[in-house]
């Protein structure tokens, strides 16, 4: 029976799962996006993510802990420099999955992993939507909106009038 077994074998052997793990992980760091089906996506952010965490406070036992794991220097010495500063206060879910359809050979479900940090475009786009809020706001906040509204307005209408008031 495998009770409280969560994670997904993939088809493979443990020293094959651990291998084929760790290079998609350096693939992840080093290029930020990598393109692979559904199941290696979410079994590769479940080993990366702790990785991510490590990497968020750069000392010794942080460093040799993720070498173990990913096995290539460079990878190591990138996450630590560029990538750990980046996320450094984002508190978990370093990862995004976008879903892209069938693979055409045998209909495999595609996806995209991304570091979320690293989407130029999403944060652009998360950042319109900040500034737009879709709740409903109170009777309270409105009247709050409407008077900061003709506080910003009023100075700039009597800006002009003492400019002709100093000539």
Not at 74 to 99: D, P, S
């Amino acid at each position: 029976m495998r009770h409280n077994k969560k994670f997904n074998h993939l088809s493979r052997k443990a020293n094959h799962r651990a291998a084929m793990l760790s290079n998609m992980a350096c693939s992840l760091i080093m290029h930020k996006r990598i393109s692979t089906t559904l199941a290696k996506a979410k079994a590769l952010r479940m080993y990366v993510e702790p990785i991510l965490t490590r990497a968020k406070e750069d000392n010794m036992n942080n460093r040799r802990l993720a070498f173990s794991m990913l096995k290539q220097k460079e990878v190591v010495t990138e996450l630590f420099q560029n990538v750990g500063e980046k996320i450094a206060n984002r508190n978990g879910g370093y990862t995004r999955i976008l879903r892209t359809g069938f693979r055409l050979g045998d209909a495999a479900e595609m996806c995209i992993i991304e570091l979320v940090d690293y989407n130029e475009n999403m944060l652009k786009e998360v950042k319109k939507a900040a500034k737009k809020s879709t709740r409903r706001a109170g009777k309270k906040a409105v009247k709050e909106a409407v008077e900061e509204a003709t506080v910003e307005a009023a100075p700039t209408a009597e800006a002009p009038a003492e400019e002709a008031k100093a000539e």
